[in-house]
């Protein structure tokens, strides 16, 4: 069997925003499931969900649409993956995977797995994929291609379940990786929840800093402000979520931060260049590394497009002269 061909029978969804609509459309594309059925929290979500097509049922609530699936993914913020796992655990068929998406794992262990009855497989999981928007129609079924899918199955998991939910992830375009849950949290710490961190921190100083005018911080904002006003405009249920459920990673990773933070502002009082220097230089070596292993592309500026100059002739100065 090629790892596109259909794996699941029944495929629910729990939650349909950004990442539970891009599971359905890439699912869908790849016909990695015969079914798929789908819930959200909200009316206005589920009616959302039905009209964009996204599956073949839409539910109305959590217990109805885990009924005879043999794959269920949960795809409501942190803070939330406890409370549905208790309402989904005596609905649950016997051989099915259950599993998340959420961005930190050890508190989704902590607060799902009490829920899930015996003969059932837990097998959490996190693709490292995603944007700034929310909400069904955010999705796009090429989400996960080339980005990585975390998996971290508790001691003692079925490895076939988990291979099946390795291939399933693969069959969506994503590299699968395998690591406890207390490690990929603090590796996310680093990689993903404290660069949000920054973000958030730096665009509202930036908000508060009266000496500049906010329409001068909006028009200036290439200068560097813009690139973390995306990361700063993510969804900010599911930051909060990351941040109070990952607290001790991100506070270990936030000290050490602010301790290198420290040393550049003393390198910069002390008018020392070449400490500078060698910082800077370090940390371009590690984005060349970033875009060497593909996970992000060479184009400069993130890619942007660039207008084209403008045919315009040029002032009197500056223009050929017969003199010339
Ligand atoms: P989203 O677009 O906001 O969608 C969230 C979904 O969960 C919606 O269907 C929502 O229903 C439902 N929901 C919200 N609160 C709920 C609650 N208290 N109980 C039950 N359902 C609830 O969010 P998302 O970006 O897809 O994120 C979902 C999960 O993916 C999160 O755990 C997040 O950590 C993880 N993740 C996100 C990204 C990213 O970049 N966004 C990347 C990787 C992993 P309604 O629409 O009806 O409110």
Redesign the pocket.
């Known amino acids: 069997m090629t790892e596109s061909a259909t794996l699941f029978n029944r495929l629910a969804l729990?939650?349909?925003?950004?990442?539970?609509s891009s599971i359905a459309r890439a699912a869908r594309a790849q016909g990695v499931a015969r079914e798929i059925v789908a819930t959200?929290?909200?009316a206005?979500?589920?009616r959302r969900v039905a009209e964009l097509g996204l599956a073949d049922q839409v539910v109305e609530n959590n217990a109805a649409a885990v009924e005879g699936a043999d794959l269920v993914i949960v795809?409501?913020?942190?803070?939330?993956?406890g409370?549905?796992a208790a309402e989904i655990g005596p609905h649950l068929a016997r051989g099915a995977i259950v599993s998340?998406?959420?961005?930190?794992k050890s508190a989704v262990v902590r607060d799902m797995a009490p829920h899930v009855p015996a003969g059932v497989h837990f097998v959490p999981a996190?693709?490292?994929?995603?944007?700034e928007n929310?909400?069904?129609d955010?999705g796009f079924a090429a989400l996960f291609v080339g980005r990585w899918c975390i998996l971290t199955p508790p001691e003692g998991a079925d490895p076939a379940a988990v291979e099946r939910l390795a291939a399933f992830w693969r069959a969506l375009g994503a590299n699968v990786e395998t690591m406890p849950a207390a490690h990929h949290d603090l590796v996310l710490a680093i990689t993903s929840h404290l660069p949000h961190l920054i973000a958030y921190t730096i665009v509202g100083t930036a908000d508060e800093f009266a000496e500049v005018t906010r329409s001068e911080v909006l028009k200036f904002s290439a200068g560097g402000f813009r690139d973390f006003t995306r990361i700063a405009a993510?969804?900010p249920?599911?930051w909060r979520?990351?941040f109070l459920a990952n607290k001790d990673a991100v506070l270990e990773m936030l000290g050490t931060f602010n301790e290198d933070l420290a040393q550049l502002a003393r390198a910069i009082r002390r008018g020392d260049g070449d400490a500078l220097f060698a910082h800077f230089a370090r940390t371009r070596a590690i984005r060349r590394g970033i875009v060497e292993i593909g996970q992000d592309s060479p184009a400069p500026d993130f890619g942007r497009p660039h207008p084209d100059l403008p045919l315009a002739p040029l002032p009197r100065p500056y223009a050929a002269s017969d003199d010339d």
Do not use: E, N, W, Y
């Open positions: 729990i939650g349909t925003g950004l990442i539970g959200a929290r909200s206005a979500t589920r795809c409501v913020p942190v803070g939330a993956c409370a549905v998340d998406v959420g961005s930190v996190h693709p490292v994929a995603g944007t929310s909400g069904p955010a993510s969804d249920t599911m979520d990351v």
